[in-house]
């Protein structure tokens, strides 16, 4: 059974849900594929389960230090399964009901099961074939990549679907992998502006390997909806910001110092005593802004912080990175 649609997407998770969204109204048919839950990895099983996860233990964290700042006794026992039943909630109790349905609302049509691409413009669904007429968008995301160790198979190991909404509290954990979610990504290659592998084929996401984030499959997904509407949208990479949500938190955004010297780059080095304060990723938006528009060392080096909020810390290396840039005009 053959059915056609202007746009079919196989995957549903975030870069799915912002073309569903930005499609809407614009007279465009639109088919999402999703052999899981719609919204994707990080409503589920990671950013949100994960960070209520942490918010858990800060809370704790803060309690302790109650006897510091405030209070002569602080008693309280960790009680895991009242932090798991919490982060499942948080994780929508892995029910995509109501965004399936808010999907659906936007007049996107939302086919259960595992997608296979037949041909670039054919995708096969449950004994069904999705034609589209328009465009192809593989938005499939990424998953757990297993390493090969000898003897893993042996044990009952977790991947960070496991690790996100746990079940029981583990007497010992041990972690392989220094990034912040271990992915396996397919890195079809894409144009990095128009995020077109070919006419009439767009990737999204994780899938493009120009960075592994759910705010960044979100920009994806709204680039390819205004491409397919007929606008000359096109994305813009130089200042996607990453953060990784450890306590404190570590945020950052545009080229690294190696990265920078290898493009020939003339860089000055700046460093704090505060090099992570809290809320990283909150003060982060100050750099992001100031990397999208290209503004020049001298002017943000004349930003007044107000006291005594944690950006601060941002006034007093701009303002050395700025004496730097000048002494060597």
């Known amino acids: 059974m053959s059915r056609e649609f202007d746009v079919v997407c196989l995957g549903g998770g975030v870069a799915g849900e912002a073309i569903a969204f930005g499609l809407q109204d614009s007279g465009l048919t639109l088919a999402v594929v999703e052999r899981e839950l719609v919204g994707g990895e990080c409503p589920y099983w990671g950013c949100v389960p994960s960070k209520t996860l942490l918010r858990s233990a800060e809370t704790l964290e ?11 006794r602080v008693e309280w026992n960790v009680d895991f ?3 798991s039943r919490r ?51 593989i938005a499939n995301g ?21 690790a996100a909404i746990p079940r ?19 890195w079809l290659k894409v144009d990095p502006a128009t995020l077109e592998a070919q ?47 450890t306590d404190p938190e570590i945020a950052s955004v545009g080229l690294s110092e190696a990265a920078a ?37 001298k002017t943000l080096a004349d930003i007044i912080h107000p006291y005594p909020a944690f950006n601060r810390v941002l006034g007093t290396s701009l303002g050395e990175l700025a004496e730097k840039a000048a002494s060597r005009r």
């Open 62 to 72: 803060e309690s302790a230090r109650a006897r510091v700042l405030a209070a002569s």
């Open 81 to 83: 399964p009242k932090v």
């Open 87 to 137: 982060v499942l909630w948080m994780a929508r109790n892995l029910d995509d009901t109501r965004p399936a349905a808010a999907m659906e609302a936007t007049g996107a049509r939302l086919f259960r099961g595992e997608g296979k691409l037949n041909d670039l413009r054919t995708v096969e669904v449950g004994g069904e074939q999705l034609v589209a007429r328009r465009a192809i968008v």
């Open 142 to 162: 990424s998953t757990a990549a297993i390493p090969p160790i000898s003897g893993l198979d042996k044990v009952e190991f977790w991947t960070n679907r496991q």
């Open 168 to 186: 029981e509290l583990p007497v010992s954990l041990a972690i392989l992998g220094g990034g912040a979610i271990g992915v396996e990504l397919a």
């Open 199 to 245: 006419p009439g084929v767009f990737g999204a996401g994780d899938v493009t390997g120009l960075g592994g984030f759910t705010h960044l499959a979100d920009y994806h997904g709204q680039i390819v909806a205004r491409r397919l509407r007929g606008l000359d949208a096109r994305a813009d990479h130089t200042a996607v910001p990453r953060v990784t949500f």
């Open 261 to 297: 010297r290898a493009k020939g780059i003339d860089v000055v080095v700046a460093s704090t005593a505060r090099l992570h304060p809290p809320r990283a990723g909150e003060i982060l938006g100050e750099l992001v802004l100031a990397i999208k528009l290209g503004t020049p060392l």
